[in-house]
């Protein structure tokens, strides 16, 4: 097996866990592989507009499957963090040593993103400087250095619950300049009069915003954001306790459900909002990531552990679409970004681009508007698919 080293907040493996305090989980690489097939299936509909809804995000409050990848990866990333650290430590490496580790990783994955968001023409006027990437390497530096300082599951916790209750109380009480108080000079999270909203154009000009006006991935809704990653994190704490397999499985489930209610009665006075990522979202999304990884590791760790603790990924080749993504999802994560972005720029026509052939292609043989973009997804994915199976057949894992 050959492992190339960039920034990566994740560790590849295609191993099931039999011991109390996993290094490595298969559950963990086969969701993994889940959330990254389905992001990009989701990112490049063949017509926007005639997608089926639960592959479209929410238009602003609200929630559709769509809107459950980002944070499931998030939240991954958070368990992976705990896994990766522990095990490193626990070999002798110096905190010291991992924490230049975590910031250049940080560095490599901010400026990958860098390259994603700009891709093919690299203009400096309209580049992007918040992105998925960028997000992602931001919450891992804090987490991880948060692990070095203290591996406990305390300071985590409080930690998450301040970020939670202080974008709320930001959104909710802080006045938005020219708009007013929200609730009350202006409507709760309106769309372009809420705190977020605002500082993003304060920070850059409509050109560097993904939409113009906000942004996604922006600065103060990066906070909420480090929750999300908290709840992986304690949720990798809590794989590593002592408790059994189907302890920690109980254990998981419980607290997704937790979430799912409290996500549920918070959105009644704050809208659960994916685009804002408010503290609503984070726990309802973050309980059904929970609920999904419980039932990973009941389908694969549970049984694994069931069949004489064997490797089961080389017993079924049930779980391999999943580990080709899992083991390397920043590389095919990238790679259909970059695809997307060089198809939809280039063409054989001034008017007609590469990814316009390809979507009217199928479009003649399937001619219905849902059935033709989701036919373009899977023919896209099946594509990524394909170039991230190369590296897993060689066994190369790019752990970034």
């Not at 916790?157 to 007013?180: D, S, T």
Request: charged share 15%; with cysteine.
């Amino acid at each position: 097996m050959k492992t190339i080293t960039l920034p990566q907040a994740e560790e590849s493996a295609a191993a099931a866990a039999s011991t109390a305090r996993p290094s490595r989980l298969l559950s963990v690489d086969v969701l993994r592989g889940l959330t990254i097939g389905f992001m990009i299936l989701v990112n490049n509909n063949g017509d926007e507009n005639k997608a089926f809804w639960a592959l479209k995000h929410a238009y602003w409050n609200g929630f559709t499957p769509t809107d459950l990848v980002f944070p499931t990866f998030l939240f991954i990333v958070g368990i992976s963090t705990v896994l990766s650290l522990s095990s490193r430590l626990k070999q002798g490496i110096s905190k010291a040593k991992l924490m230049l580790s975590i910031a250049r990783r940080a560095v490599i994955l901010y400026l990958l993103g860098m390259v994603v968001n700009s891709f093919p023409l690299f203009h400096l006027d309209t580049m992007r400087f918040y992105g998925v990437l960028h997000r992602i390497a931001i919450c891992y530096l804090i987490i991880g250095a948060l692990y070095l300082i203290s591996p406990g599951w305390r300071s985590k916790a409080i930690i998450a619950i301040a970020a939670l209750v202080g974008y709320w109380a930001l959104m909710r009480f802080v006045p938005v300049p020219g708009y007013g108080v929200p609730t009350h000079g202006v409507p709760l999270l309106d769309r372009d009069g809420n705190l977020a909203a605002w500082i993003d154009r304060q920070i850059f000009s409509a050109p560097h915003l993904y939409e113009r006006v906000r942004d996604p991935e922006g600065l103060l809704s990066t906070l909420p954001a480090l929750g999300t990653a908290l709840f992986g994190m304690l949720t990798g704490i809590w794989l590593r306790s002592a408790h059994t397999l189907v302890q920690k499985v109980r254990g998981i489930a419980i607290a997704g459900v937790s979430c799912l209610i409290l996500g549920g009665l918070w959105n009644i006075t704050f809208p659960i909002n994916k685009k804002l990522w408010t503290s609503s979202y984070v726990l309802w999304a973050g309980g059904c990531s929970m609920l999904l990884l419980a039932l990973s590791m009941s389908v694969c760790d549970l049984r694994s552990a069931a069949e004489d603790k064997k490797d089961r990924s080389q017993r079924s080749p049930f779980f391999t679409p999943f580990l080709v993504f899992g083991t390397n999802a920043i590389t095919a994560y990238v790679f259909s970004e970059l695809l997307a972005s060089a198809i939809t720029t280039w063409g054989p026509r001034a008017n007609l681009s590469f990814a316009g052939v390809w979507y009217h292609a199928i479009l003649s043989i399937v001619p219905n508007g849902p059935y033709s973009s989701l036919a373009y997804s899977l023919s896209f994915v099946a594509v990524c698919w394909l170039f991230t199976y190369v590296f897993y057949r060689q066994k190369i894992f790019i752990k970034i």
